[in-house]
């Protein structure tokens, strides 16, 4: 038997993965091995900060349930979650650029009318009327495409975000929205407003140990998909954001930024159900056919991470 080295574990450990093991998992737990044994290598870590590492990894865990997922923010705060959508923009080019799904996303959301108030008649915030279309690569309108989508409250919160007393109404601030033939969506809201990610857990630490600031610019989620198109992921971005530099989870593209105009034309708002002058936003989307054949609908339902109960 050969004493372990400095120079000798890691291929110590890379012999032990098994011939059967499937291809793609080998090649994923070598990576992990070489990668850790060189981080280790690298800042001559030490067993008490090995321990430290561990420890947090359980506080992880402990602090995770079906409604909070601390090591999707985890990836999402250290840039992991962003460079995974940045490497699939490369797979997916053609198509709007992906961001982030973030953890609150849920599924169901009611099937809204063209220009339906998802704020449910809220008072708080500015005025918004966000509209645009869905066209595919060959820029053709694409009929009976689902736009789901969500956003904070002008509160700074999710409907439904844990933790938050329950201000609004069920599937407030999301909704559902299916494109005509032409392709077009638009729907009355309250501007976007910058917000948070949760702070009160283990990754919490990672941002105040590290001077980092927990802010997320303004935004609007949108899951956009349809049979037969690669299903669009992505985040739209209010410009007068002070934050667009300085995202915590670094899901910002510059594609991805939509400019809000105010707009104080009386009739306009009038014929939009406004009270006075609100901001106009307007972005349109392309969505790329998939040759596979998953079925569009699907693909989120298994990744919805929030509810209600
Ligand atoms: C969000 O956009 O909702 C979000 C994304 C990542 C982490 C936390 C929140
Ligand atoms: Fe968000």
Redo the contacts with the bound molecule.
């Keep these: 038997m050969r004493d372990l080295t400095k120079e000798n574990v890691t291929e110590a450990v890379l012999d032990k993965i098994g011939d059967n093991t499937e291809p793609r998992v080998k090649e994923i737990m070598e990576a992990l091995v070489r990668h850790a044994h060189d981080l280790i290598k690298e800042v001559n870590l030490t067993s008490d900060e090995l321990l430290y590492g561990a420890r947090f990894i359980q506080d992880v865990g402990k602090i995770s349930d079906d409604k909070r997922e601390e090591g999707v923010?985890l990836g999402?705060v250290l840039g992991m979650t962003a460079l995974c959508e940045i490497l699939g923009d490369i797979v997916r080019i053609g198509a709007t650029e992906s961001s982030?799904l973030?953890?609150?996303y849920r599924d169901g959301a009611p099937v809204r009318e063209m220009n339906f108030d998802i704020s449910l008649g809220d008072n708080e915030g500015e005025p918004a009327f966000v509209s645009g279309a869905v066209f595919d690569s060959k820029e053709k309108p694409i009929e009976g495409a689902v736009i789901d989508l969500w956003q904070t409250a002008p509160n700074q919160f999710y409907e439904a975000q844990m933790g938050q007393p329950k201000e609004y109404d069920d599937y407030a601030y999301r909704g559902r929205f299916i494109t005509g033939n032409d392709g077009k969506y638009s729907f009355r809201t309250r501007k976007p407003v910058d917000y948070h990610?949760p702070t009160d857990g283990p990754v919490g630490k990672i941002l105040k140990g590290t001077g980092r600031h927990s802010w997320?610019p303004a935004?609007l989620?949108y899951l956009i998909y349809k049979d037969g198109y690669q299903t669009i992921q992505t985040?739209l971005f209010n410009n007068d954001s002070e934050y667009l530099d300085s995202d915590a989870?670094f899901g910002v593209k510059e594609s991805l930024i939509v400019k809000y105009k105010k707009n104080d034309n009386k009739k306009d708002a009038e014929k939009l159900g406004f009270s006075g002058s609100f901001y106009e936003g307007n972005y349109n989307f392309v969505m790329k056919e998939d040759l596979s054949s998953i079925n569009a609908a699907d693909q989120y339902s298994k990744r919805a991470s929030m509810s209600s109960d």
């Design positions: 923010l999402d982030l973030g953890p609150f990610v997320r935004h989620h985040e989870v």
